[in-house]
């Protein structure tokens, strides 16, 4: 592993190694071990878009392996004032050991890893989410005991964080499928290639705009916002757009009796899930958040140790 600039970049030992990894390190962490295992790193974390869990859980996750986080907003850097990707990645590539970015184009990520000389680390593009889509399967993990053979239900907007579950899905050999209304489906050839990497792990890749096709069965109901960062002025049509997709009892009662409700958070309550299912006894979406901080010490660990 040389950078996470998407999870299709993992071979499946690489993801199982980072989901294996994410554990030890999590129980450790609770019996208080620590792991200095980036004593006198730094990481440079750049922020073109908000963020809460992502900042906080990367500053954390550093500062527990003994390293130390520069929060580097992109309208303060000179990133954000013209100066080039190029630029840019040379220069930090001398003073970092590691870059995590959170932006808009997939295609700049992909720049400052080539142009740099250091671990670039996908903190959220318009296209993937890899750090949370480890975080969400970990978390399935923790609660399944088990990924392969498990069917995660995905509905609402076909976006990066869909786009990341579903190469995840693929990786760890499960049924993943996204529901979304027409229009908004998952980018059709990042769904093609997930294809293709779950026929090496018995997985299965599907898409529909039926939202109780997706939810049958399913052992894991996944939601996230219907108006990603960016998209502000599309909020009003967007919301009647996807109103038939809220994740509300109805829709819910059609997975499995056992099944857990996943959001990458922010969730917004009343519009892409009611109340009471994010805030039911089978949520599990403030694990699923701590668990950002753990996966993210399992990459960062395998990429700058
Ligand atoms: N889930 C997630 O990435 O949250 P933030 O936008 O708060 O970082
Ligand atoms: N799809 C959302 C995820 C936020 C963590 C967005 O891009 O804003």
């Not at 294996?20 to 071990?33: P, R």
């Not at 059709?188 to 990497?197: T, Y």
């Amino acid at each position: 592993m040389k950078h996470l600039l998407k999870i299709s970049d993992l071979s499946v030992d690489e993801f199982n190694a980072l989901i294996s990894l994410t554990e030890k390190l999590k129980n450790e962490t609770k019996k208080g071990i620590s792991h200095k295992l980036l004593a006198g790193k730094t990481l440079g974390m750049i922020f073109a878009k908000s963020s809460t869990r992502t900042r906080v859980s990367f500053e954390v996750g550093m500062y527990q392996l003994g390293g130390m986080p520069l929060f580097l907003s992109s309208s303060d850097i000179q990133l954000g004032r013209g100066e080039s990707i190029y630029d840019t990645a040379n220069v930090l590539s001398r003073y970092l050991d590691g870059i995590m970015i959170r932006t808009f184009l997939q295609s700049d990520v992909e720049q400052l890893a080539e142009y740099g000389k250091v671990p670039v680390i996908n903190g959220l593009t318009d296209d993937h989410h890899p750090c949370q889509a480890l975080a969400d399967l970990f978390t399935l993990y923790e609660h399944k005991n088990r990924l392969k053979g498990l069917k995660l239900a995905y509905v609402g907007d076909g976006n990066n964080v869909a786009h990341s579950l579903a190469e995840a899905c693929a990786l760890a050999g499960m049924e993943f499928c996204a529901a979304s209304p027409a229009g908004y489906e998952c980018r059709a050839d990042i769904i093609e290639h997930a294809k293709e990497l779950a026929k090496t792990t018995d997985g299965k890749i599907t898409v529909t705009n039926d939202p109780e096709e997706a939810v049958n069965d399913a052992d894991a109901v996944y939601t996230d916002t219907w108006v990603s960062m960016g998209q502000e002025k599309e909020k009003e049509e967007r919301i009647k757009v996807f109103m038939p997709y809220q994740v509300n009892k109805k829709l819910f009662s059609h997975a499995k009796e056992d099944a857990v409700f996943l959001h990458c958070l922010p969730a917004y309550r009343g519009f892409e899930m009611t109340e009471e299912i994010i805030d039911s006894p089978f949520s599990v979406v403030f694990d699923e958040a701590e668990n950002r901080l753990h996966a993210q010490k399992a990459v960062m660990v395998s990429l700058m140790s």
